[in-house]
């Protein structure tokens, strides 16, 4: 991981830029015939697109070839990873399309979650002093934390390895030396209690079953429901949940809002929702997964303990 984080400093140190679209809008753009090929920086690192010798600078093609991310088919090139950027922050993730089983999405929803969870910090009454990010990908919304937070204690959890290796590479770009990424599935693998609990699971219904995009069970939002469930047994007083999730609606109906309204009965939290935006992936309703759905909506739970309990 040496050699991509000397990668990450070295793109940094140009001021490289790219916020990351949907895959839909990268496949439209990248369909163009003027963006068949790389030109430059954003294009190899952001967009995904096939490059050849004397596009990049010497030293970063020495370093991607070190870092073991440069793909090579004869004179045709392409880079094993992107690099994102939010915050002033630079993140590495999988490259375009994100096909693996250990593929580390980082889109849209990252920005969303990313900016729920700094909103939650920059209000809170109290200061964080111990927070996890459950599923934390590439690392984003732990760092989002840390650099609001510089003397808490931030848990970064996957059970990707990967993940967590970009997510170490990622804490170091941005110096948030209290991010801990960890190896585990939910909670299971860390002990203690939080001040914060934030989270951004997979919640699409995927009939490939991928791991960074199927969120379990027939409507998606299986792993949501566990993470609440994880959520009501580890927050301390005054801790809260920001779950940044998402549902086909069917009918009106938000099953995802129902189901967790069942599982937050009894818990004692107290809990809002709220759609973040009420119409996304399109395309997907296409499909036959979504035939059932009028829309997909990607929503925010925020649950707390109250203090005095």
């Known amino acids: 991981m040496t050699m991509l ?5 070295a793109l940094k140190a140009t001021g490289y830029e790219f916020t990351t679209v949907t895959p839909a809008t990268h496949e439209r753009v990248n369909r163009r015939p ?13 967009w995904s697109r096939p490059f050849g010798p004397g596009v990049l600078p010497v030293e970063i093609v020495e370093l991607m070839d070190a870092a073991g991310v ?6 045709v090139w392409r880079s094993r990873v992107r690099f994102s950027t939010y915050d002033g922050e630079l993140f590495v993730h ?4 994100t096909a693996g089983k250990d593929s580390v999405f980082f889109g849209p929803d990252t ?6 969870a700094a909103g939650h910090v920059r209000t809170r009454r109290r200061p964080v002093r111990r927070a996890v990010d459950v599923g934390c990908g590439t690392g984003a919304g732990a760092i989002t934390v840390a650099k609001r937070a510089p003397g808490a204690e931030v848990f970064a959890v ?12 990622n804490a170091a770009l941005a110096d948030t030396r209290g991010v801990r990424p960890c190896h585990s599935n939910l909670l299971k693998d860390i002990d203690g209690t939080f001040d914060l609990i934030i989270s951004n699971p997979p919640f699409m219904i995927d009939p490939a079953g991928r791991a960074y995009r199927d969120g379990g069970g027939e409507s998606g939002h299986e792993l949501s429901l566990s993470i609440i469930d994880a959520a009501a047994e580890r ?13 086909g609606i069917v009918d009106g109906v938000d099953p995802l809002r129902a189901a967790a309204a069942e599982r937050l009965a009894g818990t004692g939290l107290t809990w809002s929702y709220r759609e973040v935006d009420p119409d996304v992936y399109d395309e997907e309703l296409d499909g036959e997964a979504y035939r059932h759905a ?9 649950a707390s303990r109250p203090e005095w309990t």
Do not use: W
């Not at 927050?235 to 549902?247: C, E, I, Q, W």
């Not at 009028?294 to 925020?302: G, K, M, N, Q, Y």
């Open 5 to 9: 984080l000397r990668l990450g400093a």
């Open 34 to 46: 003027e963006n068949a090929n790389a030109t430059d920086l954003r294009g190899v690192f952001g």
């Open 70 to 75: 440069l793909e090579r088919d004869g004179d």
């Open 94 to 97: 999988s490259a375009y399309p």
């Open 111 to 116: 920005y969303r979650m990313a900016d729920a």
């Open 158 to 169: 996957d059970i990707n390895d990967t993940a967590l290796d970009f997510t170490r590479v």
């Open 235 to 247: 927050l301390d007083p005054g801790g809260t949940l920001v779950l940044f999730s998402g549902a």
């Open 294 to 302: 009028e829309r997909i909506a990607v929503v925010v739970l925020t």
